[in-house]
T-cell receptor, first 109, second 117 residues
Framework: EDKVVQSPLSLVVHEGDTVTLNCSYE??????LLWYKQEKKAPTFLFML????IEKKSGRLSSILDKKELFSILNITATQTGDSAIYLC?????????FGTGTSLTVIP | DTGVSQDPRHKITKRGQNVTFRCDPI?????LYWYRQTLGQGPEFLTY????????KSRLLSDRFSAERPKGSFSTLEIQRTEQGDSAMYLC???????????????FGPGTRLTVL
């Protein structure tokens, strides 16, 4: 059965800290891995990863995929209170997307 | 606003009633997805359309659920004989399926929150 597992389930940090969120997967027919940020509304897209070892960056956020070990990490440096959200990882296999349960990040001022 | 829109945003219904939700995708997108999200969980895939064809349907989607995308644009999701367990956020997403890496990125609508009393 295809599955996506995220860790930790929740995380509380202070502003300025760096965090690493993990996403591991076991799927057949892997096509891509996506990261989303979800606040009190629908998820918003962050990154799409298809190739191993190529880091994607957007400001203080970065992500990388390891297709051999079947995982991805999302790094957030110099965290701000506005980074508080649930971060979702999703894996696309052909025509379906499988989501993890998310990591809830709380950034304390 | 050229994003994905959903209507209604909230729906409260009594058990046993039928409900219908609508999703309008980003206009040039050919793929449309329906998800269900309950508190504390990631979105669960329900079904997916490529243009007007329903290509994939999760086993989570019981016979009481039906989705259509008659002209390959907007889509409707109907739940018949609602049950309390159907209470959830129903999310719609759309994407453009093509050969380039940045395609297939899903853009989500705001969701329809269903409460079944």
């Amino acid at each position: 059965e295809d599955k996506v597992v995220q860790s930790p389930l929740s995380l509380v940090v202070h502003e300025g800290d760096t965090v690493t969120l993990n996403c591991s997967y076991e799927v057949t027919n892997f096509r891509s891995l996506l990261w989303y940020k979800q606040e009190k509304k629908a998820p918003t897209f962050l990154f799409m990863l298809t190739s191993s070892g190529i880091e994607k960056k957007s400001g203080r956020l970065s992500s990388i995929l390891d297709k051999k070990e079947l995982f991805s990490i999302l790094n957030i440096t110099a965290t701000q209170t506005g980074d508080s959200a649930i971060y979702l990882c999703a894996v696309e296999t052909g025509n379906q997307f499988y989501f993890g349960t998310g990591t809830s990040l709380t950034v304390i001022p | 606003d050229t994003g994905v829109s959903q209507d209604p945003r909230h729906k409260i219904t009594k058990r046993g009633q039928n409900v219908t939700f609508r999703c309008d995708p980003i206009s040039e997108h050919n793929r449309l997805y329906w998800y269900r999200q309950t508190l504390g969980q990631g979105p669960e895939f329900l079904t997916y359309f490529q243009n007007e064809a329903q290509l994939e349907k999760s086993r989570l989607l019981s016979d009481r659920f039906s989705a259509e995308r008659p002209k390959g644009s907007f889509s409707t999701l109907e739940i018949q004989r609602t049950e309390q367990g159907d209470s959830a956020m129903y999310l719609c997403a759309s994407s453009w399926s093509g050969a380039l890496e940045m395609e297939d990125t899903q853009y989500f609508g705001p969701g329809t929150r269903l409460t079944v009393l």
